[in-house]
């Protein structure tokens, strides 16, 4: 049964299990070799299995992460996996997970899956049938956590009928210890995280019996812990009185020096990557040790022979620790002979947690670089810049920004979970001290932080001692906002946050308190936040973030929540509540709240905007909630004519649902407007109706505007004459034609975007008038041209291509082009306009092409991407030696690849890299993906060498 469907074959002619652990494997060089028991019968399989590429086969490689760095990168195994060899055989390669990235890199991986061993209900059952033993009893703890509602993993559905005065936790020692664990480990999420291993899940509870419920703060204590107990189990059977064996490092004589051969044996054969070992290369070991390994080794046979192996790699690891820290005379020259290796990342944690990393020698590691952690985003084009420079202080802020190709990997996770184990806080402040710009993201990456992670970066921050101007937490889970807001204790606000960006999946009311009550965010300005399908009060957690004492600036996005049931008069009094805290906020500035979900939060916008009606210290206000939150058209009126700070305002009300908009005609009878508005935008239902009749006769003096609806151009122009950016869509000619008619001698609009609703508005008449327009404005600085559903016709590009010829002004262009053969000579013009540093452009399939089929039009698409589109694209650049910010897209290009497309796409990153001015480019294709992984370290190293004083062009492939 396999874990996510089946594999490609379900039936083979032969199964081979592989350990790499066994040297024999590891190193073979035939698929012989492989065949560890030799037999008659081998050369002549292998033979036949080698003639067939290895069709028929399943190999399973067990330890990727056992092999050395050198074997993963040149070995069979490895050539099997990335199919240089036998490339029709099926391969399941096992893996610890820091060891699977390189794995993770080989696009010949088809699936990934992860073990991920106990569940939290899973481990609660383990916690309470290993503590008591009495069946009966054990029922009735499980029962007496449902109805407590702690989760477990064999409630019976007869217990949802049990009530509260049936179940009675059990008064016995062992029951009690039982939920005491289980309630601790709600607390120590860095402990339960662990547990998901059996074998760690025992020792915890085996620490914890013995410890009298104590759980210790390290993993390095638990395991020595654990050892000591296993060693005192051990000395029962001789005349040592266990009780006098107080720590690992005071064990008498007779059991010393057997505990330091084993962790020689432990270190010696880790540093050859060996975990089994036979009897005979035990022989050197003293009786006292052979006895039976102080309880620490298990045999187990393997083919004909009796082999040895320590209970767990992990124990090993921590053996070769000790080791290290205890015996070793140079043990920071061995931390640094392994550092860089893998194979040693368990049992260097250990060796941190044992010796504290009190040596200065360890701050190399911690200070030998400045560490670059900052959030890569998406460069902003020049339109998107002027727009959203009017709403936000931070207009490159944005959601969904964060370039993949550069995002957690980068994060010194293993850095972290060392400076966690030693426990030693003056490196977190050395770490932090070369964190550029005190910035850090966690944004995105391959795969997300574990729970162990969280509290590793949560230690390093709070024990830090900074002024972090920018956390970027990413998406973070219940469990490990948990973790995270756990490990913040310190109230010495020595360590503080500026800015604050996350999304929390799931949260509660009760997480969401947690996280803002926590000294980190005291002083906090800045905050950007997503609530994503939460169990949450809308309202609540608005007045949550508003009662950060020293906040700016607030961003709040709500997603998909479920309202908490609330008493009615309790949620009424926080409405009140929540008006009044906007209303006497003497620091925020700006505000955004969105709200995307199905239920009714009326009462909650209507507060929201009688406070931001009357405070005085807020000059941007977003608000975009769904159709059926729409606030009364009172209170709209009311924030227009009272509110006299207001500089920006952005009201859409979207319907995301089927239902259709009332049609009522609405009361709104605006006669006054004294916000002293300079930026507006306005979309959703009943957004031209206000704009047309109600608003504009009152608003003065805009300096942007941006509309969602279609709207005479002739109005927002002349009427305000300071107007610099519009958004503007045009669902006929005349409209279009009107409006580059006055464009043509406007010299105040400096970033204009139109977008084209329908295909009629292309006229030959319009045309001309975009020509003309593009020819005679000199000031117009970034265009847009966006169409809703299709590329510009093929007549029309044409009369673009004219105008910019003659166009000396524009220094941004963002278009949708067919894919013909009039795009040579449009991007010939493109060439040569120095002028032009920014460009977009998305090709689209031909209108010759409109009635094929999605499969017909990737088919011609395709190809004409990479022998068409690359090559001209890589000319332009060659040619242009201004532009900074290129961003290309194709429709319909699939993951496909021909040997003659690698050599443009090849010219096109070389391009890229020697480039003198360009600072960002997009596109996308897998092909590219491939390429620029193979060609990234020789670009960047050509780029250093031939132009050091240059930032890398930042390359953002989707």
């Not at 089927?658 to 009361?667: R, V």
Request: with cysteine; proline share 4%.
């Amino acid at each position: 049964m396999w874990s996510n469907g089946p594999l490609v074959h379900q039936q083979y002619d032969l199964v081979l299990y592989c350990p790499l652990r066994n040297s024999k494997i590891a190193t073979a060089t035939t698929l012989a070799d492989l065949f560890v028991r030799r037999r008659y019968e081998v050369p002549m399989v292998a033979e036949w299995f080698e003639k067939r590429n290895g069709e028929g086969l399943l190999i399973i490689f067990d330890g990727w992460d056992e092999l050395s760095e050198q074997l993963r990168q040149s070995s069979l195994a490895s050539s099997i996996i990335r199919k240089d060899e036998l490339d029709q055989c099926s391969v399941i390669v096992t893996s610890r997970s820091y060891a699977s990235y390189s794995l993770l890199k080989m696009n010949t991986l088809s699936r990934h899956v992860q073990v991920i061993g106990f569940s939290e209900e899973e481990i609660s059952t383990v916690i309470i049938q290993t503590l008591q033993k009495d069946t009966k009893l054990a029922q009735k703890i499980i029962l007496y956590l449902h109805s407590k509602s702690i989760p477990n993993s064999e409630s019976d559905d007869e217990s949802d009928e049990i009530s509260d005065d049936e179940v009675e936790l059990p008064k016995d020692k062992d029951s009690q210890l039982a939920v005491k664990l289980i309630n601790d480990l709600k607390v120590r999420n860095d402990v339960q995280s662990l547990c998901y291993v059996p074998l760690v899940c025992s020792m915890v509870i085996l620490v914890y019996r013995k410890e009298l419920g104590h759980l210790p703060a390290t993993l390095t204590q638990l395991y020595e812990n654990f050892i000591l107990q296993t060693i005192r189990r051990h000395v029962k059977r001789h005349d040592i009185n266990p009780h006098t064996l107080g720590s690992l490092s005071s064990l008498p004589s007779q059991l010393a020096k057997p505990l330091q051969e084993m962790c020689r044996l432990a270190y010696t054969n880790l540093a050859n990557t060996k975990m089994t070992f036979s009897s005979h290369q035990l022989q050197s070991l003293s009786e006292a040790v052979k006895e039976d390994y102080l309880g620490l080794m298990t045999t187990f046979p393997e083919y004909d022979e009796e082999n040895y192996q320590f209970l767990h790699l992990s124990i090993q690891e921590f053996l070769a620790a000790w080791w290290i820290a205890k015996h070793e005379k140079k043990t920071e020259e061995v931390f640094k002979d392994h550092f860089d290796d893998d194979h040693f990342r368990m049992c260097l944690r250990f060796v941190a947690g044992l010796t504290h990393l009190e040596h200065e020698s360890y701050q190399q590691y911690f200070n030998k670089q400045q560490l670059d952690l900052q959030c890569k985003r998406e460069l902003l084009f020049g339109f998107r810049t002027c727009y959203l420079s009017y709403f936000y202080q931070n207009p490159e802020i944005r959601q969904f920004d964060h370039i993949s190709s550069a995002v957690i990997d980068n994060v010194p996770i293993l850095l972290l979970q060392i400076l966690y184990e030693s426990q030693n806080t003056t490196l977190c402040q050395v770490v932090a001290q070369f964190i550029n710009n005190h910035s850090l993201c966690l944004y995105g990456g391959r795969a997300s932080l574990s729970l162990f992670d969280w509290l590793c970066f949560s230690y390093c921050i709070e024990n830090s001692n900074t002024t972090w101007n920018h956390l970027h937490l990413g998406s973070v889970s219940n469990q490990s906002l948990s973790v995270f807001t756990a490990g913040l204790t310190n109230n010495s606000l020595q360590t503080q946050c500026k800015r604050l960006e996350v999304g929390l999946f799931e949260p509660t009311d009760e997480l969401i308190h947690k996280l803002l009550q926590s000294s980190l965010l005291y002083n906090i300005q800045e905050c950007y936040c997503e609530l994503d399908e939460g169990y949450y009060v809308p309202c609540l957690a608005l007045l949550q973030f508003l009662n950060l004492p020293q906040l700016k600036i607030l961003q709040l996005i709500m997603n998909d929540d479920t309202i908490s049931t609330v008493n009615i008069a309790y949620y009424t009094d926080k409405c009140t509540e929540l008006e009044k805290c906007i209303e006497m906020n003497s620091t925020l500035q700006e505000m955004k709240i969105k709200y995307i979900g199905e239920d009714e939060i009326t009462s909650t916008i209507i507060s929201v905007i009688r406070g931001v009606t009357r405070n005085i210290t807020i000059t941007s206000f977003t608000l975009d909630v769904p159709f059926n939150s729409p606030p009364p058209d009172e209170v709209v009126k009311q924030l227009l004519k009272d509110n006299d700070t207001l500089k920006a305002l952005f009201l859409m009300f979207l319907n995301t649902s089927n239902n259709l908009l009332p049609s009522s005609p609405s009361s709104l009878n605006i006669v006054e407007v004294n916000t002293p508005l300079t930026a507006l935008e306005m979309g959703g239902w009943r957004s031209s109706e206000l704009m047309t009749s109600l608003l504009f006769p009152h608003i003065k003096g805009l300096h942007c505007l941006i509309l969602h609806d279609p709207y005479p151009p002739h109005l927002p122009i002349l009427s305000h004459p300071s107007l610099h950016t519009l958004t503007l869509p045009l669902d006929t000619a005349e409209s279009a034609i009107e409006l580059f008619t006055i464009l043509q001698t406007n010299t105040t609009l400096k970033a204009l975007s139109v977008e084209i609703w329908e295909e009629r508005v292309y006229t030959s008449s319009m045309g001309t008038s975009l020509q003309d327009m593009l020819t005679q404005n000199q000031t117009l600085k970034y265009l847009e041209i966006n169409n809703q559903y299709r590329s510009i016709p093929s007549s029309f590009l044409s009369f673009l291509t004219a105008g910019l010829r003659h166009n000396t002004s524009l220094q941004q262009f963002s278009v949708s082009i067919p894919l013909n053969g009039e795009i040579k000579t449009f991007i010939n013009v493109i060439s040569q306009k120095n002028n032009l540093t920014e460009l977009k452009v998305n090709f689209k399939p031909d209108q010759t092409y409109s009635s094929s089929n999605r499969k017909e039009k990737e088919q011609i698409m395709t190809p004409l991407f990479y022998e068409q589109v690359l090559p001209a694209v890589t000319n332009m650049l060659q040619s242009h030696a201004t532009i900074r910010l290129l961003r290309i897209k194709c429709d319909n290009v699939i993951n496909s690849s021909q040997p003659n497309w690698k050599e443009p796409v090849q010219h096109l990153y070389e391009t890229i890299f020697v480039h003198p001015s360009l600072e960002y480019i997009e596109t996308e294709s897998t092909l590219l993906v491939d390429t620029f992984k193979d060609q990234k370290k020789t670009l960047i190293d050509r780029h250093r060498k031939e132009q050091p004083h240059k930032p890398l062009p930042i390359v953002n492939i989707g």
